[in-house]
């Protein structure tokens, strides 16, 4: 498939401002559930996706510098069982130790890319996601410095790049399309930057992220 790297309309800095708004508004506060591209996903019943195994994945966005600002993604190594060459946020599975999601996220964005729980500013959360994989995914969005080095764990993560934040947080940089799981045809949305395609959970994760700030700045 081609990619098509897409341009944002809007600049780093407006919607760096407006992610530090939305954290601080009461929405944030209460964070809903990221609704599934899929609609037979959202489908599932409570009692039914609360057996599903809990996660966490950090949402890495760099501090705004000379106007501009990032977000840390990872491409997943060609050897991993589940979803090899994806683009991931750094994240995984709830282990015994971790007391919360941040927890998790934290533990494993430092066991992924290197990244140490003090270099992250924690903004806050957003609601669940539910995979049809099992899973429970719960996103955390923190800060970190613009000038870090990421040293990369072979076994879990190929590269490490960055996206820019004003394209990420661009409801309409997002398109629809679909693939074969589980002998039916699932809807995901897709996000293209440069030679990624970024689809999946990380896509629906993001562009939830870009709704909600996209609908703070809409309202205030």
Same mark, same amino acid.
């Given at each position: 498939?081609?990619?098509? *790297?897409?341009? !944002? $309309?809007?600049?780093?800095?407006?919607?760096?401002?407006?992610?530090? #708004?939305?954290?601080?508004?009461?929405? $944030?506060?209460? &964070?809903?559930?990221?609704?599934? +591209?899929?609609?037979?996903?959202? $489908?599932?019943? +409570?009692?039914? !996706?609360?057996?599903?195994?809990?996660?966490?994945?950090?949402? +890495?966005?760099?501090?705004?510098? #000379?106007?501009?600002?990032?977000?840390?993604?990872?491409?997943?190594?060609?050897?991993?069982?589940?979803?090899?060459?994806?683009?991931s946020l750094p994240?995984g599975s709830t282990?015994?130790?971790?007391?919360?999601?941040?927890?998790?996220?934290?533990?494993?964005?430092?066991?992924?890319?290197?990244?140490e729980p003090n270099?992250?500013?924690?903004?806050?959360?957003?609601?669940?996601?539910?995979?049809?994989?099992?899973?429970?995914?719960?996103?955390?969005?923190?800060? %970190?410095?613009?000038?870090?080095?990421?040293? *990369?764990?072979?076994?879990?993560?190929? #590269?490490?790049?960055?996206? &820019?934040?004003?394209?990420?947080?661009?409801?309409?940089?997002?398109?629809? !399309?679909?693939?074969?799981?589980?002998? $039916?045809?699932?809807? =995901?949305?897709?996000?293209?930057?440069?030679?990624?395609? %970024?689809?999946?959970?990380?896509?629906? %994760?993001?562009?939830?992220?870009?709704?909600?700030?996209? =609908?703070?700045?809409?309202?205030?």
């Amino acid at each position: 498939m081609m990619t098509v *790297a897409l341009t !944002s $309309a809007v600049s780093s800095t407006s919607v760096y401002r407006g992610l530090l #708004d939305y954290f601080q508004s009461p929405a $944030a506060q209460q &964070p809903r559930a990221i609704a599934h +591209p899929d609609t037979t996903v959202n $489908a599932l019943s +409570p009692e039914k !996706s609360a057996s599903f195994r809990k996660a966490a994945v950090l949402i +890495p966005v760099t501090r705004l510098c #000379d106007g501009e600002s990032h977000l840390v993604l990872t491409v997943r190594s060609a050897n991993l069982k589940h979803h090899a060459g994806q683009i991931s946020l750094p994240g995984g599975s709830t282990e015994p130790e971790d007391n919360d999601a941040v927890a998790t996220a934290l533990r494993e964005s430092e066991e992924e890319i290197g990244l140490e729980p003090n270099q992250v500013e924690i903004l806050g959360q957003l609601g669940e996601l539910i995979m049809p994989s099992g899973f429970r995914i719960t996103p955390i969005v923190g800060l %970190i410095n613009n000038d870090l080095v990421f040293r *990369a764990c072979p076994e879990e993560v190929a #590269d490490v790049f960055q996206v &820019p934040l004003a394209l990420v947080l661009d409801p309409v940089s997002y398109r629809q !399309s679909s693939y074969h799981y589980r002998d $039916a045809e699932r809807i =995901v949305l897709e996000l293209h930057y440069e030679d990624y395609r %970024i689809w999946g959970a990380t896509a629906a %994760i993001l562009h939830h992220l870009a709704l909600s700030v996209h =609908v703070q700045d809409n309202q205030a």
